[in-house]
């Protein structure tokens, strides 16, 4: 038997994008979406434009897998070039790698952002938002009194 399977990853990459920027429209305040910096992702999320910058990482680097959860992460930081920019990660159905996309690029940090990790429960379309600290303690099973250095031992 010979099953073959194809898949849009462009479409898939844009829903993706998507996914990041509405989630960036909901969290932070209104109208940030319509800042010039987003423009490109926005061009990209209907079919218009080229892709933003993308990678795709390890698993791992969230920690493992939750049950019924997406784990979204809204990531203020600095890209490649050393320009502040705010990534936006995506591990879907509990599995695979995470897909990385810079959503948009800034001249210089902008205030109004600040990391957050979001999970959804994919069974009961209910979302909650954390720290990434918190998603991390979470993801490995420790409580909040928990000191953080144990997420950092090997593993036996």
Do not use: W
């Not at 019924?68 to 695979?96: K, W």
């Not at 099973?141 to 950092?152: C, E, K, Q, R, Y």
């Amino acid at each position: 038997m010979n099953l073959q399977v194809r898949a849009d990853l462009d479409a898939i990459h844009r829903t993706t994008v998507k996914i990041g920027l509405n989630l960036t429209a909901h969290l932070f305040t209104p109208g940030f979406l319509r800042r010039a910096e987003f423009d490109a992702a926005v061009a990209y999320a209907i079919g218009e434009g080229a892709a933003p910058r993308r990678a795709q990482l390890p698993s791992k680097l969230l920690g493992p897998a939750i049950a019924d959860r997406h784990v979204f992460y809204l990531s203020v930081d600095t890209d490649p070039d050393g320009n502040p920019a705010l990534f936006f990660m995506a591990r879907l159905y509990d599995s695979g790698p995470i897909e990385c996309f810079v959503l948009a690029p800034f001249a210089a940090p902008a205030a109004e952002l600040e990391s957050t990790v979001v999970h959804v429960d994919y069974t009961t379309n209910q979302f909650e938002q954390m720290t990434l600290e918190e998603h991390l303690l979470r993801a490995y099973g420790l409580t909040g009194d928990a000191d953080p250095a144990l997420l950092f031992q090997d593993e036996a």
